[in-house]
């Protein structure tokens, strides 16, 4: 398969994972499982949910909208090699915090597979 279209899927899988981060803030929400916290703990819950699930729909459409372009503007290499190091430090600190969530594992291995392969030819 081709290195690019690898990528390009890997960063798919990311943002997917973004998205389900997302849609996985309110499911506690839901469930009345934030009531015990403080109302100042159950916003900053929320937004720190929230902001991870952008940060990493973000990293991947950065991932996904540049990685083509890297051989012919050498300089977006350290911007792609910036976000798949984000990206690895994200999914590193989630099996960390969230070791018995598949998520948390799904996360890890698309953004270490992410740096992984290699990124150009």
Known sequence: ???????????????VMGFVHIAA?????????LAPL??????????????CGAMLILGGSIVHTLCGKAKEHPFLRTLLLLTYSMLVVDGILAVCFMPHNPCAWVIFVLSLLLLVVPKYK
């Open 38 to 51: 403080s109302e100042g703990m159950q916003r900053a819950c929320i937004y720190f949910s929230l902001m």
């Open 25 to 33: 803030t309110f499911s506690p929400m839901i469930a009345d499982k």
């Open 1 to 15: 398969m081709n290195k690019i279209l690898t990528i390009k899927l890997l960063a798919i899988g990311v943002i």
